[in-house]
């Protein structure tokens, strides 16, 4: 107990510790070219998430029929739409909405994935046999055709593709969180912690939690690449948000069929959807290379 | 004797040289078919007549076999197996004429019983064919001779001909069983060869009953399930000729050489109906301050690249000459009588919908501009796009209250009066029901004055536009394109009706 009871110099020299581990970090990240290129990506579409409708000179629905069809130009950086759509005014205002149903979906599976993946772990038995072959089940079928499965049943919307990415991505979590505690489960300190009388809770969130954590976000960092991606091709096969929203996929989906006359309706948020997810893969297998220098 | 050997020498080596040349000199009194046509189109699902629909396959079926009476490309009655034909002073019986040394593709001869024989069978309810509504009309066929046939009619149908004109209606063979599956027809050209999905080969019926078609030797259709492959196809020189395309493609075909291309007007058109038999839609100002929201003129500019031409709310369109009355139009885009009209109706706060929409066409850009023209009237529309198959598949485009339809070109414009607005149709999509608009229909339907049916159209026009349940925003055109090499071809406002037999190869 005494040993909590922490001096002023020591939560200072702390502090300084996590400080330079953080300093040590972005030095790691920056040391690798093609790191610093994911990240700087990521950073730039996250700036342009928050910022988006501030940035957009035009409305994400905003039709201009005097303007429509024309080709990139001072006025419309990115040319407009069949429907007369500024495309960099939807691309910017797009971006906060891949970002929010990514990132709101990898969240949810991570949360649930880690949380399932942890009591599998350690409980063992029945109830990790039973949850294994049901996402074994679930991981049997395509991705994308799970995911049209279900939108097939529920009906195309924003919610019905969170879901899919859930039920998608929980699983994988799932079994990466597993395998590591299954690694970790047999070794002195748990056996330790056990003796000691210590909850089965707080053995799992004290005790193991903290030795998942760097695979777990690697993990995460992946999906979430993953989840952009289900997120594009379900709006492009047109199953996912419904038009005229701003979706990437769906702007893809759109400018197809004019893609003889308007070209760069497809080419930019094609790009945008290619840019982030090679970013944020870069970004991940950096984070990777940080996370297992400093385990 | 010399002299003698010397003519018998002449008459055996000359005459049989003359004849020869005479009959080389013959054949060029009709040239003969010569040329290739390269045609792409989408996959053929369905060979037997009496089921086909997509474009593809009435074109294929309209090429293998022979309409009784065709429409032009002008909607014109023309004569095709029937070479002329009587109309009893009531009305009620027609006594056609048949061509003379007709044959089927297998060498039998054509006679009044195969007409009498492919009608029964069109209007057989038993059969289930769509086209046995069409014919229930008909209270008799017989053949009076060996090439005469007459129908009698049970009430009058100023439009029969053009009833008998349908895509369906093309003339087997009596008795034929395995039409989705063999080709007997009459038609200008043969099937040669037919690979399911890929292509479909046709060479030039020689002994067709029309001297001088068809003209070319052979057609080889060849199966695209894409539109961009198809078009690039052409510009690539793997085809000579492709019918029905986006606007943007179409456009895209513009500067190309070698390729000439061209719109047609058609009477097809798109249309956002309101459901009229419960609320919001059963208040009639709301569907009222919908059109009073809606710029016609932006939609046609946005939706259609401005081809085609502006609706007025009802389906009889400017193609159909007499009958449309350009007088007749909608009133002008007024947002604040719109506004007006809905707070009225007891939606001051603004109105929530949701817009369904089939995802084929133009239909979801004319969704997201009406979202965006409609807002500014505070009414807040939500889109869903279904795809096609699964939109009209189950019908639940017919109980869906705010809805996109798109309807095909029709050679005159009864049609969509009767199935679509007059009470109870079959395709009532909006649940209209209006007992004047009903006998106007009726009469219209029915009379054999002209000048009475003329009216009654007028008529129709100024009472959908005063309180139909539908916006018809415009009439769409039809794009082509066919290589330079060749003439003679004019595309019909159905494209699969299009005439292949007049087209000649020029180099």
Same mark, same amino acid.
């Given at each position: ?19 330079? /581990?953080?300093?040590?970090?972005v ?7 093609a ?11 996250? =700036? ?10 035009? $409305?994400?629905?905003?039709?201009? *029929? ?12 990115? $040319? ?25 979906g990898?969240?949810?599976s ?5 949380? =399932? ?24 079928? *395509? ?11 529920? $009906? ?40 000691? $009388? ?7 969130? /004290? ?15 992946? /999906? ?41 309706? =497809? ?29 | 004797?010399?002299q ?65 009476? &065709? ?5 014109n ?9 009587d ?33 029964? #069978?069109l ?11 069409l ?82 030797? #052979? ?28 606007t943007?493609?179409?456009?895209? !075909? ?21 459901r ?6 059963n &208040? ?15 939609? !046609? ?31 002008? #885009? ?14 001051? &706060?603004? !109105? ?6 089939p995802?084929s066409?133009g ?74 608009? %009903? ?10 004055d ?20 539908v ?19 004019e ?7 299009? %005439? ?8």
């Amino acid at each position: 107990m005494v040993s909590r009871i922490r001096t002023l110099a020591e939560t200072k020299s702390a502090a300084s510790k996590w400080g330079r /581990r953080f300093l040590d970090s972005v030095r790691t990240i920056y040391s690798r070219p093609a790191t610093a290129f994911g990240a700087s990506v990521v950073l730039l579409f996250v =700036l342009l998430a928050v910022l988006g409708p501030l940035i957009a000179p035009y $409305g994400a629905n905003q039709q201009i *029929p005097a303007d429509a069809r024309q080709a990139p130009s001072t006025a419309h950086w990115f $040319g407009t739409d069949h429907l007369g759509r500024d495309v960099f005014s939807r691309v910017v205002i797009g971006t906060r909405d891949i970002l929010s149903l990514a990132g709101t979906g990898t969240l949810l599976s991570v949360v649930m994935g880690t949380s =399932l993946g942890l009591l599998s772990g350690y409980r063992g038995g029945w109830f990790d046999e039973l949850l294994m072959r049901f996402f074994d089940s679930l991981l049997a079928m *395509p991705a994308l055709l799970l995911a049209l499965l279900l939108l097939g049943t529920l $009906g195309p919307s924003r919610q019905g593709v969170l879901l899919v990415i859930v039920v998608v991505y929980t699983p994988i979590v799932a079994r990466v969180v597993r395998s590591v505690v299954l690694a970790i489960k047999t070794k002195g300190f748990i056996e330790a912690a056990r003796v000691q $009388g210590e909850s089965a809770g707080r053995i799992l969130f /004290r005790e193991i939690l903290p030795s998942v954590l760097p695979a777990l976000a690697v993990e995460a960092a992946l /999906r979430f690449s993953y989840a952009i991606f289900l997120a594009a091709s379900l709006g492009f096969l047109g199953v996912g948000v419904q038009p005229p929203s701003p979706d990437w996929g769906l702007m893809v989906n759109e400018a197809r069929r004019t893609f003889s006359q308007v070209p760069w309706a =497809l080419y930019f948020p094609a790009a945008a959807i290619s840019l982030l997810v090679v970013g944020v893969n870069l970004a991940a297998d950096g984070l990777k290379q940080v996370l297992l220098k400093a385990d | 004797m010399k002299q003698s050997h010397q003519s018998k020498k002449f008459t055996k080596i000359f005459v049989p040289l003359l004849i020869v040349l005479a009959a080389t000199l013959a054949a060029c009194g009709a040239p003969p078919a010569e040329g290739t046509l390269r045609i792409g189109m989408q996959p053929i699902l369905a060979t037997d007549p009496a089921t086909i629909s997509s474009d593809a396959e009435v074109l294929v079926a309209s090429s293998v076999y022979d309409y009784l009476v &065709d429409v032009d490309a002008q909607s014109n009655i023309v004569p095709r197996l029937a070479t002329s034909w009587d109309v009893s002073d009531d009305g009620l019986t027609y006594t056609f004429t048949l061509a003379e040394g007709v044959e089927f593709h297998d060498g039998s001869a054509f006679t009044a019983e195969d007409v009498v024989w492919t009608f029964d #069978r069109l209007r057989d309810e038993d059969l289930g064919f769509t086209t046995s509504s069409l014919y229930s009309n008909i209270a008799d066929i017989t053949a009076t001779g060996e090439l005469e046939v007459a129908f009698t009619l049970e009430n009058t149908n100023p439009f029969f001909l053009y009833d008998l004109s349908d895509n369906h209606a093309l003339v087997l063979k009596t008795g034929t069983e395995d039409a989705d599956t063999h080709f007997n027809g009459t038609g200008p050209f043969k099937v040669e060869n037919y690979s399911p999905e890929d292509r479909l080969d046709l060479i030039a019926n020689e002994n067709y009953f029309i001297e001088g078609q068809p003209k070319l030797a #052979r057609i080889e259709m060849i199966f695209f399930s894409e539109e961009n492959a198809m078009v690039d196809a052409l510009r690539g020189g793997q085809l000579d000729l492709v019918m029905r395309m986006t606007t943007a493609l179409f456009e895209s !075909l513009q500067d190309e050489a070698g390729i000439n291309t061209f719109a047609v007007p058609t009477n097809g058109f798109d249309l956002v109906r309101l459901r009229s038999d419960r609320a919001p839609g059963n &208040d009639p100002r709301v569907i009222q301050a919908l059109k009073l929201a809606t710029d016609r003129q932006a939609i !046609l500019e946005l939706v259609q690249q401005g081809y085609g031409a502006i609706g007025n709310d009802s389906p009889i369109g400017p193609l159909y000459g007499p009958y449309h009355d350009p007088a007749v139009t909608p009133p002008a #885009r007024d947002v604040a009588a719109a506004r007006a009209l809905l707070a009225e109706a007891g939606y001051a &706060d603004g !109105l929530s919908l949701t817009l369904h929409t089939p995802d084929s066409g133009g239909r979801p850009d004319l969704a997201a501009v009406l979202k965006a023209q409609w807002a500014e009237a505070g009414v807040e529309v939500e889109i869903s796009v279904e795809p096609e198959s699964v939109y009209y598949g189950d019908d639940g485009w017919l109980e869906v209250d705010l809805g996109i339809t798109g309807w095909g070109s029709r050679p005159y414009p009864q049609f969509y009066l009767d199935v679509m607005l007059v009470s109870g149709a079959k395709w009532n999509e909006s649940h209209f029901s209006d007992a004047e608009f %009903d006998a106007l229909a009726a009469l219209a339907g029915s009379t054999l004055d002209e000048g009475e049916r003329i009216q009654a159209y007028a008529d129709i026009q100024q009472l959908l536009v005063e309180r139909g349940p539908v916006i018809i925003p415009y009439f769409f055109a039809q794009f082509g394109a066919i290589r330079d090499t060749f003439t003679g071809f004019e595309m019909k406002a159905f494209p699969g009706r299009s %005439d292949l037999r007049t087209i000649s190869i020029t180099q």
